[in-house]
């Protein structure tokens, strides 16, 4: 294989690794440079020697990694050279500090798309489509099944049914990952109340340092209270984690709701133990991937992650030359 | 059919009985009398006359999607229901506010119940203009109606604690008055509600 068609990403069992610059991105296992697209747990992990990521993700990487690791933040659209190739981040739209990564080398362009989204967000900066030859996107959702509602209809419906609990004295408590959309869903509400809402703790450490960056958010008070009465009627946010285990016990009798793209279908809805499933996600609907492959120029797509064979074997039907990134140049040890 | 919508939303998920309990109570507190029985009556599990088979409404969602045939069998298999899958798949267009906001006594007795003795065109003319006027819970909905496979059945206990919670009748009442062969009306409904005997 030529320089020229050289894959600028391989897929490789560490992670996606870029030859000519020798770096990894989102590394599964400790690496010497390791770029990350942002900072939830199976994209950031400890025990590399140094990280590159996104200047508004940085306040999350010191708290997931310690003051001591070695992390340099660059500004979004700021090239910086990593071995042969240069590199710059650039908004994802998933959550505070994701980013794509847009690496030139010979004069070709390959973008790792990280996890984004296409819906607004006011928690973080909106995706930005990038020209490129290749594009490598996350294929989450990647069937036509995945058509997501406007944000807004669904934090109505999150209002109604809070509503709904408060006339009974009952606590709604609503499940959302700690970090990221947690921050979404309180930075959403402040456009239907100032009330409080009480949060966990592992969640507010989080609003902490969204409200550092700047973001919005409704008030928000921990949750460490473990009288059911101080909880009659309030809104709490708490992670997944915590469903079933005695932390909860403290609301008494309390309305559970998740928030979670995977809500979409009613056979997900009727699987969990909620009384109410949210329609809310921080990826790119089926709808949104197609537009954003379109918006990016790229005479090749590259898909991990997700529902690639159905998005696969669609796009070809349609000519474009597509393929699942582990099975497209074979994966590295 | 959008309070109905919501009241479904509330039924429609793996959460609690004290939930669900809460939600019937007060949709049957609250809702008209000819929307009460059709609630009651497709809640409780008796079956809707089917208007249009499920492969009919697959066989309109293929022309009008445009869709490959087996994006929609994998969708389908994945979604594992017809009504949701169509629901899912359709391209929304502008929501008729006023269409939602009939009731569910009116979408079935006058929209969807008169369809079955007509033309399959004009079958197709009105159920696609419902597909793409209506938002994806209202549209999963109305294709349950239509093809008679309303089948999320809430348990009998359940029913008659809400209703007697709702009605302010006894549970035991109540029991035994759904235990007889009735047919959703106002009529019905305001016996329950009332505890007369006329209609039964």
């Known amino acids: 294989m030529s320089s020229d068609s050289a894959p600028l990403v391989v897929a490789s069992g560490r992670g996606l690794y870029c030859p000519p610059g020798d770096f990894y991105i989102d590394p599964q296992r400790p690496v010497q440079t390791a770029v990350i697209t942002h900072a939830h747990g199976d994209h950031l992990r400890d025990g ?16 997931r990694l310690g003051r001591r690791a070695d992390v340099t933040a660059v500004e979004y659209g700021a090239p910086v050279r990593i071995g042969e190739t240069t590199v710059s981040l ?10 794509q990564v847009r690496i030139e080398h010979g004069g070709r362009v390959w973008v790792v798309s990280g996890d984004y989204k296409r819906q607004p967000d006011p928690t973080c900066a909106p995706f930005t489509p ?4 290749v594009f490598v996107s996350e294929a989450t959702f990647a069937l036509p099944v995945y058509r997501w509602p406007e944000t807004a209809e669904v934090i109505e419906d999150i209002v109604r049914w809070w509503r709904f609990n408060r006339e009974r004295r009952v606590a709604s408590v609503l499940f959302c990952y700690a970090l990221g959309k947690a921050q979404r869903v309180l930075a959403e509400l402040a456009s239907f109340t100032s009330e409080p809402v009480h949060v966990h703790d592992t969640v507010e450490a989080l609003v902490q340092v969204y409200r550092e960056a700047g973001v919005t ?4 008070l921990r949750a460490q209270s473990t009288r059911t009465a101080d909880y009659a009627g309030a809104l709490v946010v708490a992670p997944p984690s915590t469903a079933g285990t005695r932390w909860m016990q403290r609301f008494g009798r309390y309305s559970s709701g998740f928030c979670s793209g995977w809500m979409r279908l009613r056979g997900s809805r009727r699987r969990q133990s909620f009384d109410r499933g949210f329609v809310i996600s921080d990826h790119a609907d089926w709808h949104a991937l197609l537009r954003t492959f379109r918006e990016t120029g790229a005479r090749r797509i590259l898909l991990h992650h997700g529902h690639t064979d159905t998005l696969t074997r669609l796009l070809r039907e349609r000519g474009v030359d597509v393929d699942a990134l582990e099975t497209a140049h074979g994966a590295l040890p | 059919m959008r309070r109905f919508g919501e009241l479904y939303d509330s039924l429609d998920a793996g959460g609690s009985d004290d939930f669900k309990l809460a939600a019937l109570a007060a949709y049957f507190g609250t809702a008209a009398a000819a929307d009460a029985a059709w609630a009651l009556y497709v809640l409780s599990g008796r079956r809707m006359r089917r208007i249009v088979a499920p492969a009919v409404l697959l066989d309109w969602l293929r022309e009008e999607s445009g869709l490959p045939q087996w994006l929609i069998d994998e969708s389908r298999s994945t979604v594992g229901d017809v009504a949701e899958t169509i629901a899912l798949l359709i391209e929304p267009g502008a929501i008729d506010g006023a269409a939602l906001d009939l009731s569910l006594a009116t ?11 007509a033309e399959e065109k004009e079958q197709r003319e009105s159920v696609v203009r419902w597909w793409r006027s209506l938002p994806y819970r209202e549209c999963l909905l109305v294709n349950k109606l239509l093809t008679g496979t ?3 059945e809430v348990p009998g206990f359940l029913l008659t604690r809400a209703l007697a919670r709702a009605l302010d009748v006894p549970s035991t009442e ?9 047919q959703p009306s106002e009529t019905f409904w305001e016996n329950l509600r009332g505890g007369g005997r006329s209609g039964w």
């Open chain 2, 107 to 117: 979408w079935i007795e006058e929209r969807i119940a008169p369809l079955r003795n």
């Open chain 1, 217 to 220: 958010m409704v008030p928000t």
């Open chain 2, 174 to 182: 109540i029991a035994c008055r759904l235990a007889t062969d009735w």
């Open chain 2, 150 to 152: 309303f089948r999320l």
């Open chain 1, 130 to 133: 990038l020209e490129c030859d």
């Open chain 1, 90 to 99: 650039h908004p994802a739209g998933h959550i505070l500090g994701s980013a």
């Open chain 1, 48 to 63: 590399s020697a140094r990280y590159i990521l996104a200047r508004p993700g940085l306040g999350i990487a010191r708290m």
